[in-house]
């Protein structure tokens, strides 16, 4: 079975920073491309490209209204993908999902596998 949890979510202020953690298991973790989206409140029904990053870290792709603030990143020996984000803005407030896939293309349904999610809120 495939589990992908994600942690590090929270409440914060516009202009601070969050690190979200996902771990993998259940797939051979540097097989996958794993990537970000996120789903605003008010759009059940989207989830919206952050980030994304080959197996090995080398390619990494961002949303333009990231670009710059959030960095995607991934530890092979931990099973692990994390989204730094910095300067946040209100805007940004969505759950966040990560994924896996076989690819690291930017539409949610090239992506296999998922998290829960977890909430980060920025407030103004």
């Known amino acids: 079975q495939v589990n992908l949890v994600e942690s590090g979510g929270g409440l914060v202020q516009t202009g601070d920073s969050l690190r979200l953690s996902c771990v993998v298991s259940?797939?051979?973790?540097?097989?996958?491309?794993m990537a970000w989206f996120r789903q605003a409140p008010g759009k059940e029904r989207e989830r919206d490209f952050v980030?994304?990053?080959?197996?090995?870290?080398?390619?990494?792709y961002y949303d333009a209204s990231v670009q710059g603030r959030f960095i995607i990143s991934r530890d092979n020996t931990k099973n692990t993908v994390y989204l730094q984000m910095n300067s946040l803005k209100p805007e940004d407030t969505a759950a966040y999902y990560c994924?896996?896939?076989?690819?690291?293309?930017?539409?949610?349904?090239?992506?296999?596998?998922w998290g829960q999610g977890t909430q980060v809120t920025v407030s103004s």
């Open positions: 994924a896996a896939g076989r690819f690291h293309w930017r539409t949610s349904s090239d992506y296999d596998y």
């Open positions: 259940g797939l051979t973790f540097r097989d996958v491309a």
């Open positions: 980030a994304t990053i080959d197996w090995s870290g080398g390619h990494r």
